[in-house]
């Protein structure tokens, strides 16, 4: 009998950074059926931004197991377990990967659903990072902006279109913005990558402790995403915490970690550069600024908030503007949906799902757009990073999930990781600033 029918499905989620596991994991949640007695197995993606244990309970997202795996092991436990639906939550080229590795392993055998789309706003890579996932049964859009957009990429270059589905961010909820809060909160929203050098982001910490002391009545929160030495799903090379070391700060001022819908109860005031947390704090009606100081740019992101009527400057907050969004803009982004309706925003990928595993016939090979014969230069590259070949199959050499790795193997594990951050954020910064000399 079909999963849908009995109402029991089992669901695998593949992430590769903490913001991944929470967008695959509360995806996963909404895709099922309320009523569904769901069982939910997380893979944690080895590699520079698998999730800490402190990453992951700040998350606050619950799975019935959760390891950790390379990607040739996960294609050892996806040809032994019989899931109903996978949510690969990876960046594209690592989706493009498995879905190749797949193929591969499940051959013309039953499988899965195959789900996979964007933790937040696509403001860059669009046409790679969309052609990359092409082959999943369901790429998820956000939004009916992103539908469109994904739908014109695919036909434009003759790729299939039809696994596009839109639904919403799966983290959007709360309680509604219902009034000013004792004290007045302004929370600045910080990005791991966005600006990405020390003047940008000093300049923003300044302003945000000038905010602080022009409205000595307020409480003035930096939100952070990380703490030192952990990564995310983006590298942040520069930390506020380190920026922030030394200098005179009033006492309205701090550093805050934590979930984001938490923080987000006390908010009266978000801003941010162009993170998902807009998105999240305009969902529930929280006055919300995306700033300009630093220019409405690509290479920023906020440039996708442009029509808004939430960009403004810090001078300007600092007179005291409040934003005012412009209700058509956050329609048509999937956020500040009407009572009752947010659910439903996963109801036709939640339909699509049930008609996939209901086929009788059961589901055909995957088929990616990016094959031998139309990405010879390109393919083989992104398969060779997952120690996979051309064809899909694990190179010989490859780490498998024949044995548990022993503690040994583990400590050097954890230690080359170290290794590998310490690099990413110590050594290769200098090594560009002195290329810079």
């Not at 009545?217 to 380190?242: A, D, N």
């Not at 400590?411 to 200098?430: L, N, T, W």
Request: charged share 25%; hydrophobic share 40%; proline share 7%.
């Amino acid at each position: 009998m079909p999963a849908s029918a009995t109402k029991s499905l089992r669901v695998a989620v593949l992430a590769d950074s903490d913001t991944r596991w929470k967008w695959g994991a509360l995806t996963a949640r909404r895709l099922t059926p309320a009523d569904a007695e769901v069982r939910l197995d997380g893979y944690l993606l080895r590699g520079r931004a698998t999730p800490t244990a402190r990453q992951l309970q700040e998350v606050g997202v619950r799975a019935d197991s959760l390891s950790e795996v390379t990607g040739v092991e996960f294609l050892h436990a996806m040809s032994r377990e019989p899931y109903d639906v996978l949510v690969l939550a990876l960046v594209g080229g690592g989706v493009q990967a498995m879905l190749h590795g797949l193929r591969s392993a499940w051959g013309t055998g039953r499988r899965p659903v195959v789900v996979t789309g964007y933790v937040g706003v696509v403001y860059e890579k669009l046409t790679d990072g969309l052609l990359l996932r092409h082959g999943a049964d369901l790429v998820l859009a956000n939004s009916r902006h992103d539908a469109d957009r994904f739908r014109a990429v695919y036909e434009g270059v003759g790729a299939d279109a039809g696994a596009v589905t839109e639904v919403a961010l799966p983290f959007l909820g709360g309680a509604p913005y219902t009034g000013e809060h004792e004290p007045y909160t302004v929370v600045f929203a910080a990005q791991p990558s966005v600006p990405d050098n020390r003047r940008d982001r000093t300049y923003l910490l300044d302003r945000l402790i000038r905010h602080a002391r022009t409205h000595p009545e307020r409480e003035v929160l930096l939100k952070l995403r990380s703490k030192p030495g952990e990564h995310t799903t983006h590298i942040e090379e520069l930390p506020y915490q380190k920026l922030a070391q030394g200098k005179d700060v009033p006492a309205n001022f701090r550093l805050v970690y934590g979930h984001m819908g938490e923080v987000l109860d006390r908010t009266d005031l978000l801003v941010t550069i162009s993170s998902t947390a807009a998105l999240e704090a305009l969902h529930r009606r929280v006055p919300t600024v995306v700033l300009t100081d630093l220019g409405v740019r690509e290479a920023l992101g906020n440039h996708h908030f442009t029509g808004s009527g939430c960009l403004a400057s810090w001078d300007q907050l600092d007179a005291g503007h409040r934003p005012a969004p412009d209700e058509e803009w956050v329609a048509r982004q999937g956020v500040a949906a009407g009572e009752g309706s947010y659910d439903s925003c996963f109801s036709a990928a939640r339909e699509r799902i049930a008609e996939l595993l209901d086929r009788a016939d059961g589901l055909p090979p995957l088929t990616p757009y990016y094959t031998a014969e139309t990405a010879p230069g390109y393919l083989p590259g992104i398969l060779a990073r997952h120690h996979l070949g051309p064809d899909g199959v694990p190179l010989p050499g490859a780490p498998t999930a024949d044995r548990a790795p022993g503690p040994v193997r583990q400590i050097v594990r954890r230690a080359a990781r170290g290794a590998y951050r310490h690099g990413v954020q110590r050594v290769a910064p200098v090594i560009r600033r002195m290329g810079e000399l």
